[in-house]
């Protein structure tokens, strides 16, 4: 059984339900900014579990299949299949600010002559989310889980976060933010599972889930988070841009942001303790990068020519001796987008790790200079993404990051060459198979990376 799909059980009869409905859904699941199979035609939609939230609203888990990633050179595509989670509300006529959450009108079965849509744009519907939300339950396989210490209060008004996200999210009345993953994968979700560590840590530089909800059926999955809301925060990213756009300084925020990844990354090693680490680990850690930069070379040919100089990375990783940095629980997927700062403190959000690898193995253990070397590859992407071009903020940001982490954690990275540079290659071909997928207009951005890696070689 693959491990990135929830598996549909056997017997279930949703075919009068989901017939008229998966013809909707092929068309509109490829258009949603949430949907890893982009560009790519749903060939199949089946129904995993359904449950009625309340008349009017249903809470759904759908399977889809669609072509695998465009393999260059290759026609055919083997299928690859996705769970995904989607609330629809279903009204007679949808009332003018909920046009653009249509989905469209069903055209036979129980639903006939009715139209559908994306519910978490209905303050109703999200609004009764919440409800469920603050105290324990369930509602059919749905289980609703609060953290007895925290008070979610009633009738905290709704808005949906309008963000390039991976996910839905949406904000309570300013005090609480809920992440509703889209694409569903068996097993505890990263997000979920590291801030609760954390917080049992007393680590605050990562906001506490203060409730969240999952299913059992088909298979366990976590479904949400409902986290406190950071007011009046700014990421990272966008803070970048200002500094690049108004030539300020920024190595004194980028000195704090790697004095608090050190923070962070010294509380999951307390928090997740990991055995010895087994003496062949860089070999096989080298295997890997050369694997998935195989991978991405089939779907984007413009890697191609830089294939040999980026290997040159993975090889001498693989040289070094076991004497690294013990592996441990990481973010995962540590990028300018996932920090936050409200006044002069920084705050690390979104644990789910890199969103397209399976859940078994964003939770395992992996050096810290992985997150290092994500944030570091995020001040080069800022630095390129605006003219004229600044390598020189980045080289500034990467230093001040570093020396951050050093004085928190007590090691700097930049003591560790081979490995750092073995993680920014990783990390780039990863940004370009991203990009691809996602965002082609960035290509660039990330090839420009490759380029000047590969030719450090
Ligand atoms: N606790 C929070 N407080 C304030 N804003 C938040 C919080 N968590 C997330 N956000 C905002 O929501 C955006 C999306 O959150 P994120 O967890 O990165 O979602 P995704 O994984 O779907 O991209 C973030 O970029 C940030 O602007
Ligand atoms: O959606 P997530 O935040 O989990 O992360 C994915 O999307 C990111 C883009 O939104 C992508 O990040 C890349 O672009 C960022 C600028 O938009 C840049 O700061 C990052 O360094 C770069 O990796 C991320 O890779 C992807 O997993």
């Given at each position: 059984m693959p491990d990135t799909a929830l598996q549909r059980p056997s017997g279930l009869d949703t075919a009068p339900l989901l017939t008229p409905l998966a013809e909707?859904?092929?068309?509109?699941?490829?258009r949603q900014r949430w949907f890893a199979g982009k560009g790519r035609p749903v060939t199949d939609v089946t129904l995993l579990s359904t449950t009625e939230l309340y008349p009017g609203c249903l809470h759904l888990l759908v399977r889809t299949e669609h072509l695998g990633p465009p393999s260059h050179g290759s026609a055919?595509?083997?299928?690859?299949?996705?769970?995904?989670?989607?609330?629809?509300?279903?009204?007679?006529?949808?009332?003018?600010?909920?046009?653009?959450?249509?989905?469209?009108?069903?055209?036979?079965?129980?639903?006939?002559?009715?139209?559908?849509?994306?519910?978490?744009?209905d303050p109703k519907a999200t609004g009764l989310l919440l409800e469920r939300l603050r105290r324990s339950g369930t509602a059919g396989p749905l289980l609703f889980e609060a953290d007895p210490a925290v008070t979610v209060p009633s009738g905290l008004a709704p808005r949906l976060l309008d963000a390039e996200q991976s996910n839905t999210s949406l904000i309570y009345g300013d005090a609480f933010i809920l992440k509703v993953?889209?694409?569903?994968?068996?097993?505890?979700?990263?997000?979920l599972e590291v801030p609760r560590?954390?917080?049992?840590?007393?680590?605050?530089?990562?906001?506490?889930?203060?409730?969240?909800?999952?299913?059992?059926?088909?298979?366990?999955?976590?479904?949400?988070?409902?986290?406190?809301?950071?007011?009046?925060?700014t990421d990272g990213w966008a803070l970048a841009l200002e500094s690049l756009r108004s030539r300020q300084d920024f190595t004194g925020e980028a000195f704090e942001l790697g004095r608090a990844t050190a923070e962070v990354h010294l509380a999951l090693a307390t928090a997740f303790p990991v055995d010895a680490p087994s003496p062949d680990r860089n070999r096989?850690?080298?295997?890997?990068?050369?694997?998935?930069?195989?991978?991405?070379?089939?779907?984007?040919?413009?890697?191609?020519?830089?294939?040999?100089?980026?290997r040159s990375a993975f090889d001498a990783l693989a040289a070094l001796d076991a004497?690294?940095?013990?592996?441990?629980?990481?973010?995962?997927?540590?990028h300018l987008g996932q920090v936050l700062r409200a006044g002069r403190r920084w705050s690390v959000i979104d644990f789910e790790g890199e969103p397209a690898r399976p859940i078994?193995?964003?939770?395992?253990?992996?050096?810290?200079?992985?997150?290092?070397?994500?944030?570091?590859?995020?001040?080069?992407?800022?630095?390129?993404?605006?003219?004229p071009w600044r390598p020189e903020w980045a080289e500034r940001c990467r230093e001040a990051f570093c020396a951050g982490y050093a004085d928190a954690a007590a090691?700097?990275?930049?003591?560790?060459?081979?490995?750092?540079?073995?993680?920014?290659?990783?990390?780039?071909?990863?940004?370009?198979?991203?990009?691809?997928?996602?965002?082609?207009?960035?290509l660039p951005v990330p090839m420009a990376a490759v380029g000047r890696l590969a030719d450090r070689s």
């Open positions: 909707l859904l092929r068309a509109w699941l490829p055919d595509s083997p299928a690859a299949e996705d769970c995904y989670q989607l609330l629809l509300g279903v009204r007679e006529v949808l009332p003018p600010r909920l046009a653009p959450a249509a989905i469209g009108r069903v055209k036979t079965g129980p639903l006939a002559g009715l139209t559908v849509y994306d519910a978490f744009h993953f889209r694409r569903v994968q068996p097993g505890i979700n990263p997000d560590a954390l917080a049992r840590q007393g680590c605050d530089r990562v906001p506490a889930p203060a409730a969240w909800f999952r299913t059992t059926q088909p298979q366990e999955a976590t479904l949400g988070v409902l986290q406190p809301y950071l007011r009046g925060a096989r850690l080298a295997e890997a990068m050369h694997e998935r930069l195989d991978a991405a070379a089939r779907s984007v040919p413009e890697l191609r020519p830089h294939a040999p100089g980026l004497a690294v940095r013990p592996a441990q629980r990481i973010h995962g997927d540590l078994s193995e964003r939770r395992r253990v992996q050096s810290p200079v992985r997150d290092v070397a994500g944030m570091l590859r995020s001040f080069d992407y800022a630095a390129r993404s605006r003219q090691w700097d990275p930049r003591e560790e060459p081979e490995l750092l540079r073995a993680y920014e290659t990783d990390r780039a071909v990863y940004e370009v198979l991203y990009e691809a997928r996602h965002r082609p207009d960035w």
